[in-house]
Structures are given as structure tokens and as C-alpha cells.
């Protein structure tokens, strides 16, 4: 597989598990969070996805497309594991997604017991009867994807 395919493998998987994951979340009451902005690709799947719901991002530094920066007011800028502690104190364990893309999900002080899932086995997910894979979980779901080592 070249890298073009695997990028785009990638990608698809990513959009696949975050329309899969659409009705689950859309049942469940709180914010949808995510850990890693980047260029602000997923970020704008997610607002499509769920109109109108608050969606907080986390990020070291903001290089985003300008189009895809979420408000200041919905941004936690900082190491995500301190900042992930802020948003806790701030918004409480309400969390209906958690999706982190970037670095291995323990790093940016994310569980790290995830399962592997559909369709790469680069996803890893933790998102109850949400989880392509089946896994029980609790009520929020996390999902990471990306160069994460998973076991
Ligand atoms: C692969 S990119 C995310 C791509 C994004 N989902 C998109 O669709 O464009 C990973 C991002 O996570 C951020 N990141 C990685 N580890 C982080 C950490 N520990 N704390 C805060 N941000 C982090 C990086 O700065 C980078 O912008």
C-alpha cells in the first residue's frame, strides 16, 4: 500500500467511524470535545455533523485553516493534558465524544486501554454502544485515531 493509499485509508476510516458514531452521540446530552485541531479537517466534520452543538477543541498551537478555528471561548489551548484538567474543572465529566487524532492517546492524558476497531487498525475506540467493535463502555465515548501505537 503506497503512503497516498494509506493516507486516504485513513481518512476515510476517520470520517466512517465519526458518521457511525452520529446517532449515538446525537442521544446524548453534553459537549463534544476534541484533542487535537490541526488543520481543522475533523473539526469542521463534526460541526456538520452535530449543528449547533457545543464542540471544544484542544491544541497546542492553533495553525488551522481560518475557516476552522473554533470561537476563543470553545478553545483550550496548552498541553492537552493540563488542559484537558482545565476544561474537566470547568465543564465537568459531560462529555458526550471525546475524539483525539495526533499523538497516542495516553500522552495527551487520554485512557490508555482503548480497542481496536473498524476499519484500520490504527482507529482505537472507547465508545459504549457506539464502538464499532463492540466493546462495553461508558457513557462517553472517546475516539482516537491516527499514528497512535495501540496495543
Ligand atoms: C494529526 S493532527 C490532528 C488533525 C485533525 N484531526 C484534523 O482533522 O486536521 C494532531 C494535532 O494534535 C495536536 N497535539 C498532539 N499532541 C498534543 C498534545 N499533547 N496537546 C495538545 N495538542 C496536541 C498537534 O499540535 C496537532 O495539531
Request: hydrophobic content about 40%; some cysteine; overall charge positive.
Amino acid at each position: 500500500m503506497s503512503r497516498l493509499d494509506s493516507f486516504i485509508a485513513r481518512m476515510q476510516a476517520q470520517r466512517d467511524c465519526l458518521n457511525f458514531l452520529k446517532p449515538a452521540v446525537a442521544a446524548l446530552p453534553g459537549p463534544i470535545l476534541e484533542v487535537g485541531l490541526g488543520n481543522g479537517r475533523t473539526y469542521d466534520h463534526l460541526r456538520d455533523l452535530f449543528p449547533g452543538r457545543d464542540i471544544y477543541v484542544f491544541e497546542r498551537t492553533v495553525a488551522a485553516h481560518p475557516d476552522c478555528i473554533p470561537p476563543d471561548d470553545r478553545l483550550f489551548l496548552g498541553e492537552a493534558r493540563e488542559s484537558i484538567l482545565r476544561a474537566a474543572r470547568t465543564l465537568g465529566a459531560v462529555a458526550a465524544l471525546i475524539w483525539a487524532s495526533g499523538s497516542a492517546p495516553h500522552s495527551m492524558g487520554l485512557p490508555r486501554r482503548e480497542a481496536t476497531c473498524s476499519p484500520t487498525s490504527r482507529s482505537t475506540s472507547r465508545a459504549g454502544s457506539a464502538c464499532p467493535s463492540r466493546r462495553a463502555c461508558r457513557r462517553t465515548a472517546t475516539f482516537s485515531t491516527g499514528s497512535a501505537n495501540v496495543r
